[in-house]
């Protein structure tokens, strides 16, 4: 190699250099600036929260819709290192029904005259950030409250993610456990406990449904849809939940089946009374004035309803058999045990064969909700759920 050859070849050998560490620094620079948005200690003001929000002009779904939006709101708390706010208000206050337990998520603790940004979750686009591993909050350090409205499930997004794993790694969880159906029952737990009042009627129902240690619990949720939707479902599919119930654990050959306890909860009133007339050798249990959706036929000050199905959504954290609509209602409350899928059956349809990212396939799927069966909802992907 002469002198000429050599200088060509050290320019270029440096040149690569140059470009490599350049490239690095900056990517370095970018992965610290995402990681600064999850993780801001040192950009974050003193007074830093991120609050869930149903208002009274809200559109925010039922429980398990507000459910969704509550749990990853939270989610995003850990991350961000913010302090987690619930004000739900909408036609009666939560904190009349559910108080705070192991953290203090009361609306009141925040102080006046802060600084708000609102975040309306409509569509998928934080999914889309996540997975090019951009901030969900970009630019919003310096900001007091992050206000999150719309129930919308999307931390289950989070497990994927490269940048996070350190992150959640450091509070405690596995990143592919990081996921509403595996801290659903943790999490609810530290956020919320029934007052005083609520949990006694709890305690005299429940003493009702399993009266000593020997006793079994199967409950049934059945979600007949809105009436404009009824359309999309087969009529009277109440009697299939029935005869499942019957032939697969009551029949006879089933171990002490005369120990079993039904508990039923349905949007329609007159399925409970038909479970009643149904099991003649089972005691038929259900509340009355709970076969309401809060966001549709609830009027303000009705802390009366609200309080019936939040109390039927704590019963079932106590079945022993869930046998439910492909619901958010009957799928959360039943994924609100110590042991989620534990012999949990879910009234849906197989899925895996279909192309559910394209949205003609995907709008199809849940228009015509007929010809169901029970599928046993023991993994994640037996069900489509919490895939989208």
């Excluded at 270029?12 to 470009?19: A, M, N, R, S």
């Excluded at 006046?112 to 950030?129: A, G, R, T, V």
């Excluded at 654990?249 to 009133?269: A, P, R």
């Amino acid at each position: 190699m002469n002198l000429l050859q050599r200088k060509y070849f050290y320019f270029f050998v440096l040149t690569v250099l140059f470009f490599f560490f350049a490239f690095n620094i900056k990517y370095n620079y970018i992965l610290n600036q995402t990681i600064d948005y999850l993780v801001p200690e040192k950009n974050l003001k003193k007074n830093s929260f991120i609050q869930y929000e149903c208002g009274q002009y809200d559109i925010c779904g039922g429980w398990a819709d507000r459910l969704k939006g509550i749990m990853s709101t939270y989610a995003i708390s850990l991350l961000t290192n913010r302090q987690f706010i619930i004000k739900m208000t909408k036609n009666c206050d939560l904190k009349k029904i559910l108080e705070p337990n192991e953290i203090n998520w009361n609306y009141e603790q925040v102080p006046d005259n802060i600084s708000i940004e609102e975040l309306k979750i409509f569509n998928n686009q934080p999914f889309n950030q996540f997975k090019q591993k951009l901030s969900l909050f970009p630019n919003l350090n310096r900001t007091n409250m992050i206000n999150v409205k719309y129930g919308m499930m999307f931390m289950h997004r989070l497990i994927d993610d490269p940048i996070l794993k350190k992150k959640i790694k450091k509070l405690g969880y596995e990143q592919s456990k990081f996921h509403m159906a595996y801290q659903f029952h943790k999490w609810y737990k530290q956020l919320f406990k029934l007052n005083n009042r609520t949990q006694k009627k709890h305690d005299e129902f429940l003493q009702r449904l399993k009266p000593n240690s020997d006793s079994k619990l199967i409950c049934c949720q059945i979600r007949k849809g809105d009436p404009e939707l009824r359309d999309r479902r087969d009529d009277y599919v109440e009697r299939d939940f029935w005869n499942f119930i019957n032939t697969t654990f009551l029949s006879s050959g089933f171990n002490l089946s005369s120990q079993y306890k039904i508990f039923v909860t349905s949007d329609l009133e007159y399925v409970s009374l038909d479970a009643k007339n149904y099991f003649k050798n089972n005691e038929v249990i259900f509340s009355q004035n709970s076969s309401i959706h809060i966001d549709k036929e609830l009027s303000n000050n009705e802390c009366n309803k609200l309080e019936s199905v939040i109390l039927d959504f704590h019963i079932m954290q106590n079945c022993d058999i869930g046998v439910v609509s492909h619901s958010g209602f009957g799928v959360l409350a039943l994924l609100n045990r110590p042991n989620p899928f534990k012999d949990l059956y879910v009234y849906s349809k197989e899925y895996k064969h279909l192309d559910m990212e394209n949205e003609t396939v995907y709008n199809s799927f849940f228009n015509n909700f007929k010809n169901l069966s029970f599928i046993k909802f023991s993994k994640l992907d037996d069900i489509y759920f919490f895939q989208n």
